[in-house]
Each structure stands twice: as C-alpha cells, then as structure tokens.
C-alpha cells in the first residue's frame, strides 16, 4: 500500500508557485519553521512575529492548533485576537520526525 500524498503550496522565495508532495499530518515547511522556533524558547512560546518582523499568519497558527501541535497559552488582554500559543509534546515530535 502507498502512502497519500497531499500537494502543497510552497511559498518560499525561490519556490513560489511550485507544488511539494506532503504527508498528511505532518508539518509543511512552513508549519515546521514556526514550530521549531519554540524550541529554543521557555515553555515552548511560539512567536507571534516571524524572523523578518511580520506577524505570522493566523491560519498558519490555527491548523498547527487543530493538528495538536501547539496549543493556547494566554490570552493577551490587550490584543485578544492574537493567538499566543507554546509548542505541545505532540508538536515536538512532529517535528523531530
């Protein structure tokens, strides 16, 4: 039996446009650049801001939320709509695979 594959947007510079072949329930790229940040970070607190200072895209936060890998860590009662979350057990080892 193979494996499915999904295809996935790639948006890096350099790869803009082109389609990579994805195991379901794994990271893309771009989910696993975000939640390898929280690595090296107390707890596990993942970023609200990517390496270049731009926000990181929520949808990017919400799937890492519904695949388990990160989870809520606060609210920010000042910016209540930004999700600040830390890395869970599960999201290091998707990682780490």
């Known amino acids: 039996m193979g494996a499915r594959f999904d295809a996935v947007q790639f948006h890096s510079a350099g790869f803009q446009g082109a389609q990579i072949a994805r195991f379901p ?3 893309s790229p771009e989910e696993r ?11 596990g607190k993942l970023p609200l801001f ?3 200072g731009q926000r990181v895209d ?3 936060v919400r799937a ?5 890998w990160v989870q809520p860590w606060f609210v920010n009662p000042l910016k209540p709509d930004w999700l600040v979350c830390k ?4 999201g290091r080892r998707a990682i780490s695979a």
């Open 25 to 27: 329930g794994y990271p």
């Open 33 to 43: 650049s975000y939640l390898t940040r929280g690595l090296s970070q107390p707890g």
């Open 50 to 52: 990517d390496s270049n």
């Open 58 to 60: 929520a949808s990017l």
């Open 64 to 68: 890492c939320l519904a695949n388990g």
């Open 87 to 90: 890395l869970t057990e599960k």
